[in-house]
């Protein structure tokens, strides 16, 4: 195994290995995935129910052989992996014409103004080494929320698992963890496992969420709870676990528009198993030490159109950016980012200082990517991922504007906060009506 590459991706989900092939189809030479687990294809192994493919492969695939379908293609090239292999930190940002011991042949010329990169690994295979890279991809993925992160009140009993844990006992283990299941979260994860463990002889007593609305895709509403009568109860959460050595019961509670107990609607719902499908976490600890700038809102890096984060030559894909609704447009992302990485890896990416800068306005959490450069979307046009705060169940405007001045305007026929807003953006048309470097998104009903 070498110590040098043009591009280095750090996880091998559909992000990581898109992102990989993408860098090999563009010209890069030296490939390298670095994958935490046993196998390549991350959360997707767990995912054996369909709907994913429509649009990458044309086909209603389920999760393992999405994976597949990207597995085989990496094993066609000569993309290296390492498996088994934790990246520990994202060190020494160097210049190439600085002395750097143990470089390969054509390592950092002298003259070439990009910074190389030193990541530390540890692997049960490879051992504790560094490695040296001219580019790099995070495709991370992400992780849940837990019981301590929504401060959950109540007993610590055995019978609390997060959703995604379930679905690996379940799906790949084969351990069913529990009969009698409450659910809190209407995530996709939870709705999912409702109608899984539905399938497998247990019983779902309720879905619970604590907002106004689904936080579900709504297609995930309808195959997995209104199909199996399994029934959902908003604005409501989970007031305190009970039981001692399992979970026994939980004890419910209505909230007001505040998210605040309302006393007097406690209900006490007997179950023996409590699964928490209440949100997923960009896994980022590694953009943090790489010195990446994060949105407070998705949690991911700061990122233009070419998914570069604010450390040129580290670009980002997936669900470590922004949390994506369809396994597609994560491999569409980890595209972007591996074409880029490679062009940078050889030194044709065009490096520009002229920014746009994308700001949230009327009803809008967040927007990906966070800003736009000037001399690259000429003659392209470019996605816009947008989440809204509230839910518009009618059709909608969404605008781009400086000042009052609308620059673009496209039409949706709703706006909820579970589904991504896409929209490809014309840079030739922004570039003539935009004057200054500020551009302002808002989504709002057609009156």
């Known amino acids: 195994m070498k110590n040098y590459y043009d591009v280095v991706v750090i996880g091998g989900g559909a992000a990581g290995m898109a992102a990989a092939i993408e860098a090999k189809n563009t010209g ?57 292999t934790m990246v520990m930190d994202i060190i020494n940002i160097f210049a190439p014409n600085s002395p750097s011991p143990a470089r390969g042949e054509g390592w950092g010329e002298e003259g070439d103004g990009r910074k190389n990169f030193e990541l530390i690994i540890s692997s049960s295979i490879y ?6 890279t001219k580019s790099i991809v995070l495709a991370m993925g992400c992780r849940e929320r837990t019981r301590a992160q929504i401060r959950l009140p109540g007993t610590r009993p055995a019978g609390v698992f997060t959703a995604g844990t379930v679905q690996r006992m379940v799906n790949i283990e084969g351990f069913i963890p529990g009969k009698n299941f409450v659910i809190l979260g209407s995530g996709d994860i939870g709705m999912i496992m409702a109608r899984r463990l539905t399938l497998e002889g247990c019983h779902v007593e309720k879905v619970l969420e604590i907002m106004p609305f689904l936080t579900g895709l709504r297609r995930n509403y309808v195959q997995c709870l209104q199909d199996f009568n399994i029934p959902l109860e908003l604005k409501t959460t989970v007031n305190r676990i009970i039981g001692d050595n399992r979970v026994q019961a939980v004890e419910t509670i209505k909230v007001d528009e505040q998210l605040k107990p309302v006393l007097g609607t406690e209900q006490i719902i007997p179950c023996d198993t409590l699964l928490l499908s209440v949100g997923l976490i960009p896994e980022n600890e590694l953009s943090i030490k790489a010195g990446i700038e994060l949105d407070p809102f998705t949690g991911g890096p700061i990122v233009d159109e070419n998914m570069c984060t604010n450390v040129p030559g580290i670009y980002a894909a997936g669900n470590v950016i922004n949390i994506q609704d369809l396994v597609d447009w994560v491999s569409e992302t980890g595209v972007v980012a591996g074409k880029n990485a490679a062009f940078y890896a050889m030194k044709e990416e065009e490096l520009s200082s002229r920014k746009i800068i994308l700001q949230k306005g009327e009803n809008v959490r967040s927007v990906v990517p966070q800003y736009f450069n000037q001399d690259r979307i000429k003659d392209k046009s470019v996605n816009l991922q947008i989440r809204v705060i509230q839910p518009i169940e009618k059709r909608v405007n969404v605008q781009l504007y400086e000042d009052k001045k609308v620059i673009l305007n496209f039409k949706k026929n709703y706006a909820r906060p579970a589904e991504m807003i896409t929209i490809k953006v014309n840079g030739d048309k922004l570039l003539n009506g935009l004057e200054g470097n500020k551009l302002k998104v808002s989504v709002s009903e057609v009156i």
């Open 127 to 132: 051992g504790y080494k560094t490695l040296k």
């Open 28 to 84: 890069a030479k030296n490939i390298l995935i670095i994958e935490r687990n046993d196998e390549l294809g991350g959360i997707l192994q767990q995912c054996i129910h369909n709907g994913f493919g429509s649009i990458v492969f044309k086909k209603d695939l389920p999760g393992p052989t999405y994976a597949q379908y990207y597995i085989e293609q990496v094993k066609k090239t000569d993309i290296k992996i390492m498996l088994n």
